[in-house]
């Protein structure tokens, strides 16, 4: 077996040491590099910096703990900059496992902030049926959500005058882990209840957002850790999103030294087989 | 009988799919108020199929047990956090904080559901990165591009790339706001016409295999 | 510290580290995690749907409000259910006709709408602009409104449509135009992948962050115990693994 073939074929455990240690390492040890901040945040970050005080913004919490690393310091970074900007507040999920933890962070997030239930901000909780939800919500809200995910009757609640209708609300941002999420939200919601709509969404979901993105059909996109970071740069209140992104920044590095390493190995190998072919 | 069995469910779902496909060009307060209702059923109905969804689950793990096939003592394990989970989250009304208290379901699913599931995605990342050294080689043109595509965008989204080649970050937004984005698109535009399809061959009833199988 | 949080934290830790063990290879460890995480899955998905659909959808509307049409929804649904039921199992097809028909019914007018005409609008915006009367072409890469990009997305829409769907011999033009979907698709793919990676790697750093916190003494090390304590067990069952006598070969 010659050195390139017993290159390729590493025990991956060695690999998964590499990977692991380049996450470890940047943790206990950050640089802190910079970080820039792209347009598709700023669409998001601009529009709300935009909305004047008691405007209505509804945050959808559209995914599962197995998202959490990725949307959770979004979600974080939203609810400050919207409870810095006094917006009433209404938090949902249209993922039944990410219920508990959408209540944890609009709860947190605004007894940080100094708010209060039910004129300050409302968790709806979450409901089946998913774009039948959004259309609901669309026709009449209340209905939707007869009652908060602490049993209070929504018509009564202050946060909630005069919202009727998705029609009522300023802006909705959907932290999608999937396609119950900005998908649904612009085809079921804004396409007929014209609100206007921006997205977070998790890196794997990214690339196929940005057809919505061109078209202005979303007006901005917080795609991933990096997009919770740079979201977390413009509000300037650093959290986990930019404390990890160094360790992001060491495992790209480190992928892409094994790519490279792979396709020398490989390119070594074809060429020691030509020479073998030749002789 | 058989009308009843056979044409009447094709029946609705052709009644229900043309008058709800031409309810979105009529905006009549009384065709508004219909798609208020019927959509607030749709929610109370996802409720049914969910119960649907776990409930194979509970038969396939019974079996496991009553059998005692191997590996039914997961099963068990299965079925003692199911009911656990349960039990306590109806003891405590279905709700993890009552009152600005974590409830003992609400125990349940922060320390344990959410790191479980959490855990079992973040352990992708050691085999994206073993299957990455393992089978991303540039073995044609082609490969080479999706290659270098990757690379580039790798590099351009975090804060290390930018800064050694700092050329990365603005490619990286040229790639995803217009070569993938044009491909995204076409892709988008060809199955949103295949869903259609498929919905007007639903409404049509050339389409029947949701109805499933079982006795006619 | 509360003790429910510092066990909690405890229980977290070590679940995440049984799920962990199996980057070592398939353990008993890791399976008890495993059916663990779905059991308590699909105990807390029962619970939700019952607190938000029977208690919160249906029993307050019904009885405290006085909305009895939610009868109708009630009755759909539970010939769903009909399906456990072998001699009524076509009952439940009725209610399956209902869903798929207005779901169907629903998304044709709004999918042609959001992802047909909008999307074929975006892509054929004019590909020279108009300034002060006189026709003007923008080169600009970097921004993706320019002309130059508008001509790009056109191309790479069209080339990768006639990819998908023209099953003709692929010879001359055709074959060009494919050829050229092709190289769009792999560019596509490659971002896709890339941005893959980042996502794969961020759920890393967001488990060993938590690992990290609960590593510190306000939470008793647990981290580091139960780091201990997982490899000892592991290593403890690899032994007996290998200790057992091999199964006879033919």
């Known amino acids: ?279 | 009988m058989i009308f009843l069995k056979r044409q009447l469910p094709l029946l609705i779902t052709f009644v229900t799919g043309i008058v709800f496909a031409a309810q979105y060009y009529v905006p009549h307060p009384a065709s508004e108020e219909m798609l208020t209702s019927v959509t607030k059923w749709l929610q109370i109905i996802g409720g049914f199929a969910l119960i649907l969804g776990v409930t194979s689950l509970f038969h396939i793990h019974a079996v496991k047990i009553r059998r005692k096939e191997p590996g039914w003592g997961y099963s068990f394990v299965l079925y003692a956090g199911m009911l656990g989970t349960i039990v306590i989250g109806l003891w405590g009304n279905g709700k993890e904080v009552t009152n600005g208290t974590m409830t003992a379901f609400g125990w349940i699913y922060n320390f344990m559901m959410v790191p479980l599931q959490g855990t079992m995605f973040a352990i992708l990342a050691f085999f994206i990165a073993s299957a990455a050294y393992r089978s991303f080689r540039a073995r044609s043109r082609e490969a080479a591009v999706l290659l270098a595509a990757a690379i580039i965008v790798m590099t351009g989204r975090v804060p290390l790339g930018e800064y050694l080649i700092p050329l990365s970050g603005d490619l990286t937004q040229w790639i995803l706001n217009v070569l993938n984005a044009s491909v995204r698109r076409a892709i988008l535009i060809g199955i949103s016409l295949g869903a259609v399809a498929l919905s007007l061959k639903i409404i049509f009833g050339i389409e029947r295999s949701y109805l499933g199988g079982g006795k006619e | 510290m509360p003790f429910d949080i510092l066990f909690g934290a405890w229980v977290a830790t070590g679940l995440t580290l049984f799920i962990f063990t199996f980057l070592y290879k398939d353990n008993p460890l890791f399976k008890l995690a495993e059916h663990l995480y779905v059991g308590v899955s699909v105990g807390y998905t029962i619970v939700k749907a019952y607190d938000t659909v029977v208690i919160r959808l249906i029993y307050e509307p019904m009885v405290k409000q006085g909305d009895w049409s939610l009868l109708i929804p009630l009755g759909i649904g539970s010939l769903m259910l009909a399906r456990y039921v072998p001699k009524a199992t076509w009952l439940s097809r009725i209610a399956f006709a209902f869903i798929v028909g207005v779901g169907s019914g629903l998304a044709i007018p709004r999918v042609i709408s959001s992802f047909i005409l909008k999307q074929v609008e975006d892509t054929v915006r004019p590909l020279v602009s108009i300034v002060g009367g006189s026709p003007s072409f923008t080169f600009s890469l970097l921004d993706p409104a320019s002309n130059l990009n508008a001509v790009i997305l056109l191309v790479g829409v069209v080339s990768v449509l006639f990819y998908f769907f023209f099953s003709i011999e692929h010879h001359g033009p055709v074959r060009i135009a494919a050829h050229t979907g092709i190289i769009f698709l792999m560019i596509a793919f490659g971002a896709a992948f890339g941005y893959t990676v980042m996502a794969r790697m961020s759920l890393l750093i967001g488990r060993l962050t938590d690992l990290i916190e609960y590593a510190e003494p306000r939470y008793g090390r647990a981290s580091l115990w139960l780091i201990a304590a997982t490899v000892a067990l592991l290593a403890a069952w690899s032994v007996k693994q290998r200790r057992q006598p091999a199964p006879p070969t033919e």
Request: net charge positive; aromatic share 10%; with cysteine.
């Open chain 1, 1 to 279: 077996m010659s050195f390139a073939e017993r290159m390729l074929q590493i025990d991956r455990r060695i690999i998964f040491l590499v990977i692991g240690l380049c996450t470890l390492i940047p943790l206990f040890y950050p640089v802190g590099l910079a970080i820039k901040v792209g347009p598709e945040v700023r669409g998001v970050y601009n529009y709300i910096e935009s909305l004047p005080e008691g405007s209505v913004f509804l945050l959808s919490l559209d995914f599962d703990p197995a998202s959490k690393p990725e949307l959770y310091p979004q979600a974080v970074a939203l609810l400050r900059h919207a409870f810095k900007k006094n917006l009433r507040v209404i938090g949902m999920t249209l993922w039944l496992p990410g219920t508990g933890m959408a209540n944890e962070v609009i709860t947190r997030v605004a007894e940080e902030m100094g708010k209060e239930a039910g004129k300050d901000y409302v968790f709806l909780g979450w409901s089946p049926g998913g774009s039948s939800v959004i259309i609901n919500m669309g026709q009449d809200l209340y209905k939707a959500f007869p009652t908060d995910y602490n049993n209070q009757p929504t018509k009564d609640l202050a946060v909630l005058k005069d919202v009727k209708t998705l029609r009522d609300v300023s802006y909705v941002v959907s932290l999608a882990a999937g396609s119950t999420g900005i998908e649904s939200w612009y085809v079921f919601g804004k396409d007929k209840y014209k609100f206007e709509l921006g997205g977070g969404c998790t890196g794997v979901i990214a690339p196929g957002l940005y057809p919505l993105l061109r078209s202005g059909q979303i007006n901005g996109l917080i795609g991933g850790l990096r997009g919770a970071a740079e979201y977390e740069v413009l509000i300037g209140q650093k959290g986990r999103a930019v404390a990890g992104m160094d360790a992001q920044s060491a495992t790209h590095v480190a992928i892409i030294i094994l790519v490279m390493l792979c396709n020398t190995f490989y390119l070594m190998l074809r060429k020691g087989q030509r020479r073998a072919g030749q002789a």
